[in-house]
Nanobody
């Protein structure tokens, strides 16, 4: 059984930073790629970033490139999303996900999902 628990969300002002963390547990995580997605009210779930098991390969969505950074600590089984220069349009529930394949922006490629953490950015 794989469990993913996100933390670090909150309410901030535009231009501020937040660091989200995803704590993962479960043997099925070995070799898994990890990803962050987000879903704003009345919008589809959107890919944010993905990172390979080794941490060597990363992919960040164009909408957040240059502002968001994904990283992972394999020993601690954590994946972080550093979010800088936040904008009101970044407001969403942010989800951590894990999947057996390589890094991908396709949500259906991820088998395990966390419950999400709310990020609200006020103008």
């Amino acid at each position: 059984q794989v469990q993913l628990v996100e933390s670090g969300g909150g309410t901030v002002q535009a231009g501020d930073s937040l660091r989200l963390s995803c704590a993962a547990s479960g043997r099925a995580l070995s070799g898994a790629a990890m990803g962050w997605f987000r879903q704003a009210p009345e919008k589809d779930r959107e890919f944010v970033a993905s990172i390979s098991w080794s941490g060597f390969n990363k992919w960040v969505a164009d909408a957040v490139k240059g502002r968001f950074t994904i990283s992972r600590d394999t020993a601690q089984n954590t994946v972080d999303l550093q979010m800088n220069s936040l904008k009101p349009e970044d407001t969403a529930i942010y989800y951590c996900a894990a999947g057996a394949g390589g890094i991908t922006s396709v949500a259906t490629s991820y088998s395990y999902w966390g419950q999400g953490t709310q990020v609200t950015v006020s103008s």
